[in-house]
């Protein structure tokens, strides 16, 4: 099957832009139900994380203050059961940290009947990070099976295995459009007539393994990363963060960085990754915010993060390339999938700018193998 030919598949989440806000947090969201009878929450699509979690009634009313607003209320749905009532800390490392209890529901899926969900649902979180998030809780996008949070539901495996999305695509793909502040995270496929194949770089994963347990992130060797074609990082790790918005990570290359902007006057910021070139110009990382105690000011998105080695970047650079994750997916039992991190695509869109001026050498993208696990048939 040609990559022509492949029309939207699997499930399709529509998804919004919330208005763009100083905290690091990506500004879109998909909106969809929780509960019996439904209840509509905003939840980020986040690669960023291993968790599936939700805003809920379990916070006090001077708690959870987030500018979207939502609360997953539990005591109001027939089908919500809680699995751990016993409250624990959830660290989003050096964002912050929320607590949570472990429940279990349904949550509807576009085009599809609902899925049972295991999620934490947050009873407390406080600070100007949390303040500023444009969603009530996050999807998980994990790297694989390995790596996603135990007690709570893998989406894209959950997925697979009820049967939703094809084990023959792997694929979760973002098209975001900035101008228009929709777009779509879509599981279980491609759209392949939203990008130029011949325009992209394909990103092999490797595990970040500076901090013990993020293996769960998308990173990729990052070759070189120059601020005004004065090089200051080589040989580093770069990260796709859906639930992110700005560039940040290693806190000296996040300094120098934005000491160079300064110095050089605003000048391109150039990653060398997977053998191919991204130049990301300011009129792309300088955004005027929209929302929050910097609204009106236009900031640099570059921060500190104490992440060592590692440049991670999100919504900033994902609004601009067609962004394709993919998994190798082994069949345990009839039915019953796990998945293993493959790598990243990262394509140029169709009438949208040249942000990727040297490609790389791209992988075919279509109907990959089923790798049989242990008791199946070779």
Same mark, same amino acid.
């Given at each position: 099957?040609?990559?022509?030919?492949?029309?939207?598949?699997?499930?399709?989440?529509?998804?919004?832009?919330?208005?763009?806000?100083?905290?690091?947090?990506?500004?879109?969201?998909?909106?969809?139900?929780?509960?019996?009878?439904?209840?509509?929450?905003?939840?980020?699509?986040?690669?960023?994380?291993?968790?599936?979690?939700?805003?809920?009634?379990?916070?006090?009313?001077?708690?959870?203050?987030?500018?979207?607003?939502?609360?997953?209320?539990?005591?109001?749905?027939?089908?919500?059961?809680?699995?751990?009532?016993?409250?624990?800390?959830?660290?989003?490392?050096?964002?912050?940290?929320?607590?949570?209890?472990?429940?279990?529901?349904?949550?509807?899926?576009?085009?599809?009947?609902?899925?049972?969900?295991?999620?934490?649902?947050?009873?407390?979180?406080?600070?100007?990070?949390?303040?500023?998030?444009?969603?009530?809780?996050?999807?998980?996008?994990?790297?694989?099976?390995?790596?996603?949070?135990?007690?709570?539901?893998?989406?894209?495996?959950?997925?697979?295995?009820?049967?939703?999305?094809?084990?023959?695509?792997?694929?979760?793909?973002?098209?975001?459009?900035?101008?228009?502040?929709?777009?779509?995270?879509?599981?279980?496929?491609?759209?392949?007539?939203?990008?130029?194949?011949?325009?992209?770089?394909?990103?092999?994963?490797?595990? $970040? @393994?500076? /901090?013990?347990?993020?293996?769960?992130?998308? !990173?990729?060797?990052?070759? =070189?990363? *120059?601020?005004? #074609?004065?090089?200051?990082?080589?040989?580093?790790?770069?990260?796709?963060?859906?639930?992110?918005?700005?560039?940040?990570?290693?806190?000296?290359?996040?300094?120098?960085?934005?000491?160079?902007?300064?110095?050089?006057?605003?000048?391109?910021?150039?990653?060398?990754?997977?053998?191919?070139?991204?130049?990301?110009?300011?009129?792309?990382?300088?955004?005027?915010?929209?929302?929050?105690?910097?609204?009106?000011?236009?900031?640099?998105?570059?921060?500190?993060?104490?992440?060592?080695?590692?440049?991670?970047?999100?919504?900033?650079?994902?609004?601009?390339? $067609? @962004?394709? /994750?993919?998994?190798?997916?082994?069949?345990? !039992?009839?039915?019953?999938? =796990?998945? *293993?991190?493959? #790598?990243?695509?990262?394509?140029?869109?169709?009438?949208?700018?040249?942000?990727?001026?040297?490609?790389?050498?791209?992988?075919?993208?279509?109907?990959?193998?089923?790798?049989?696990?242990?008791?199946?048939?070779?």
């Amino acid at each position: 099957m040609s990559n022509a030919s492949l029309a939207l598949t699997g499930v399709v989440f529509p998804m919004q832009r919330g208005p763009f806000q100083n905290n690091g947090a990506s500004p879109w969201y998909t909106e969809t139900s929780l509960g019996t009878p439904p209840q509509r929450l905003k939840f980020a699509m986040d690669t960023g994380t291993n968790i599936v979690w939700s805003t809920s009634s379990l916070c006090s009313p001077t708690s959870c203050q987030h500018y979207s607003g939502g609360r997953f209320i539990w005591e109001k749905s027939s089908s919500y059961r809680f699995v751990d009532c016993i409250q624990v800390p959830f660290s989003f490392g050096p964002w912050g940290t929320m607590q949570v209890e472990t429940g279990s529901d349904v949550m509807a899926i576009p085009g599809q009947t609902s899925l049972p969900l295991t999620f934490y649902l947050s009873a407390d979180y406080s600070g100007s990070q949390f303040a500023q998030i444009d969603w009530d809780g996050g999807i998980g996008i994990p790297s694989g099976s390995p790596y996603a949070q135990g007690g709570t539901t893998f989406i894209v495996e959950a997925l697979m295995n009820n049967g939703m999305i094809s084990p023959l695509y792997p694929y979760v793909s973002f098209n975001w459009n900035r101008t228009s502040s929709t777009g779509s995270c879509q599981i279980g496929g491609f759209d392949s007539s939203q990008y130029i194949p011949s325009e992209g770089i394909y990103m092999p994963w490797t595990p $970040y @393994t500076a /901090f013990e347990g993020v293996e769960y992130i998308w !990173s990729t060797p990052l070759d =070189s990363y *120059a601020v005004g #074609g004065k090089v200051i990082a080589q040989n580093v790790q770069f990260c796709l963060d859906s639930g992110s918005s700005q560039f940040k990570g290693d806190n000296d290359i996040m300094n120098q960085t934005l000491q160079l902007i300064q110095q050089l006057g605003q000048p391109d910021v150039t990653l060398g990754i997977g053998g191919g070139q991204i130049v990301v110009p300011p009129a792309l990382y300088n955004i005027t915010i929209q929302a929050g105690p910097d609204q009106g000011k236009t900031i640099p998105q570059f921060k500190p993060l104490g992440l060592t080695n590692l440049v991670l970047v999100g919504s900033i650079l994902m609004e601009y390339c $067609y @962004t394709i /994750f993919t998994y190798r997916v082994v069949q345990c !039992s009839p039915g019953v999938y =796990s998945l *293993a991190p493959v #790598g990243m695509y990262a394509f140029n869109k169709v009438n949208g700018p040249k942000i990727i001026t040297q490609p790389s050498a791209i992988p075919e993208l279509g109907p990959r193998e089923v790798t049989p696990g242990r008791g199946m048939p070779k």
